[in-house]
């Protein structure tokens, strides 16, 4: 029997970084979870209950020597890597004249610096193994724009950006880059920045009328990982109920 394959996800302690986690799991593979929330980590790794096949790695993917110590420890760990997923992200609502430097800068940091050194620290180790994938979590707030999202937005199209580039040169090198866009989930994330009109908004604006589920989007960042998308390089997937087919944007 051949070696489980490996995935680092970022952001595993909850919400669509969870899902996709027990996602690769149940598909037989190992699965490193980042996350720098430890206590919710731990509970969460605790909570799957596979001791030989989860690793917990406290890291903020903000700071390159913890994203560093990350890789390495995942290597360590398991022997190899195969795929990444940077999922890790943060989000603040807040008209433009009001987001303050702080809270872009943070925004920043998170949603397009973590994907950029998450990236350049695994794909050395990937290519130990003989190559891999990358998921990078973007949104359908990078895909057109809305109201009060001038930081989470701009993050999130410039991480669609990020994945064509990082797709261009690394595509020859064995390691395939692609990006899901997800429409709205009620994770906790949701919890903080959705008003009540804007729930009201996307329920309108998106064909199926309701939020994604979790599992949902695990199935397609795990589809981009697997062999069964091996010819898909650079292109994103939105999972978001038909909102980017339709043009219509957000308030
Ligand atoms: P969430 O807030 O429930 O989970 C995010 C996780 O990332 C948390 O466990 C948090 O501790 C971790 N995290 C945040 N910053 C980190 C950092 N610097 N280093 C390490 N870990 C960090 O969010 P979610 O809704 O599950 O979002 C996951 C991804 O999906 C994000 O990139 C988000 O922008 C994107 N997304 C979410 C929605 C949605 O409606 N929920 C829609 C579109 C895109």
């Known amino acids: 029997m051949s070696e489980a394959k490996v ?3 970022t952001g595993a302690a909850r ?9 690769f799991l149940e598909e037989g593979w190992r699965v490193a979870m980042l996350d720098r929330d430890t206590e919710t980590l731990r509970s969460a790794v ?3 209950g596979q001791r030989n096949t989860v690793l ?4 903020d993917v903000s700071q390159p020597d913890q994203v560093q110590r990350a890789v390495d420890e995942t290597e360590n760990a398991f022997g190899r890597l195969d795929a990444l997923v940077n999922n890790a992200g943060v989000a603040t609502f807040k008209p433009v004249l009001e987001t303050t430097f702080e809270e872009w800068s943070e925004i920043m940091a998170t949603n397009l610096s973590g994907p950029f050194l998450c990236t350049n620290a695994a794909v050395p180790a990937m290519l130990k193994s003989g190559g891999g994938a ?7 707030s990078g895909l057109r724009a809305s109201l009060l999202r001038v930081a989470y937005g701009t993050s999130k199209a410039a991480v669609l950006h990020l994945t064509k580039q990082q797709a261009a040169e690394l595509g ?3 390691v395939r880059v692609n990006a899901v866009a997800p429409g709205p989930v009620d994770t906790a994330m949701a919890k903080k920045v959705h008003t009540p009109d804007i729930r009201a908004d996307y329920h309108d604006a998106i064909p199926l009328n309701r939020y994604g589920l979790e599992e949902e989007l695990a199935e397609a960042i795990f589809f981009l990982c697997s062999d069964r998308a091996s010819y898909i390089n650079g292109q994103y997937l939105a999972v978001d109920g038909g ?3 339709t043009g219509i944007g957000l308030p």
Do not use: M, Q, T
């Not at 919400?15 to 996602?23: D, E, F, M, Q, S």
């Not at 917990?56 to 890291?59: L, Q």
């Open 7 to 9: 995935a680092l996800i």
């Open 15 to 23: 919400g669509i970084g969870l899902a996709a986690a027990r996602k």
């Open 46 to 48: 605790e909570g799957l």
């Open 56 to 59: 917990p790695v406290f890291a």
């Open 134 to 140: 990358v998921v990078n979590i973007a949104s359908i």
């Open 172 to 174: 020859n090198l064995g």
């Open 243 to 245: 909102f980017d087919a």
